[in-house]
């Protein structure tokens, strides 16, 4: 069955650069899309298809898919974008949830 | 506004069956995919299956096969999912999630706010 390999964890700086990677064979080649989910919360979706922002995602979320990996960057990053993050794609009309990464803030 | 409400916790033996629902309001409930996906207590988020309200068809993933139904009410804007012969490792959040349809699959863009079903002896 198809995989999605996220790190665990991610430490960033308040207002500095996270980056969030999830690898899977041949990835690039299919759409990728991320949610963020906050303690006790459903998840949100933050982007769509590899690069698309949903209405109300603050801007300073951006994704970029291509080759093997798929990657999360959240720039300028804020004390509220401490969560856990999930990336997701399609493979055989199967959906597929990566490992999942916590993001603190530090 | 967009709204999938689900319905309480639930608690059952291993061997049992439950029911959990969904009721979706504020949009056409006969356009949108529902699908289901569930995490354990500290885990990850795990994709279960897929119901078209529409014409009630349904795709299973291959850990539901056998054990999860999906069904629908399109007189209430319901969506249900049945799992049976429950296991302590069924222990989990069950949430609901609208799919948009893009080229090779959905993305979810709203979700049911959980429910947890609590495997106990």
């Known amino acids: 069955s198809y995989e999605l390999t996220q790190p665990p964890s991610v430490s960033v700086s308040l207002g500095q650069t996270a980056s969030i990677t999830c690898s899977g064979d041949n990835l690039g080649d299919k759409y990728v899309y991320w949610y963020q989910q906050r303690p006790g919360q459903s998840p949100v979706l933050v982007i769509y298809q590899d690069t698309l922002r949903p209405s109300g995602i603050p801007e300073r979320f951006s994704g970029s898919n291509s080759g093997n990996t798929a990657t999360l960057t959240i720039s300028g990053t804020q004390a509220m974008d401490e969560a856990d993050y999930y990336c997701q794609a399609w493979d055989r009309s199967t959906g597929v949830f990566g490992t999942g990464t916590k993001v603190t803030v530090l | 506004q967009v709204q999938l409400v689900q319905s309480g916790a639930e608690v059952r033996k291993p061997g049992a069956s439950v029911k959990v629902s969904c009721k979706a309001s504020g949009y056409s409930f006969s356009g949108y995919y529902i699908h289901w996906v569930r995490q354990a207590p500290g885990q990850g988020l795990e994709w279960m299956g897929l119901?078209?309200?529409?014409?009630?068809?349904?795709n299973y993933a291959q850990m539901s096969q056998g054990r999860v139904t999906l069904t629908r009410d399109t007189s209430t804007s319901t969506v249900y999912m049945d799992l049976s012969r429950l296991r302590f490792d069924d222990t989990a959040v069950y949430y609901c999630?609208?799919?948009?349809?893009?080229?090779?699959?959905?993305?979810?863009?709203?979700w049911g706010q959980g429910t947890l079903v609590t495997v106990s002896s």
């Open positions: 119901i078209n309200p529409n014409s009630g068809g349904t």
């Open positions: 999630a609208r799919g948009i349809q893009a080229s090779g699959g959905w993305w979810f863009d709203y």
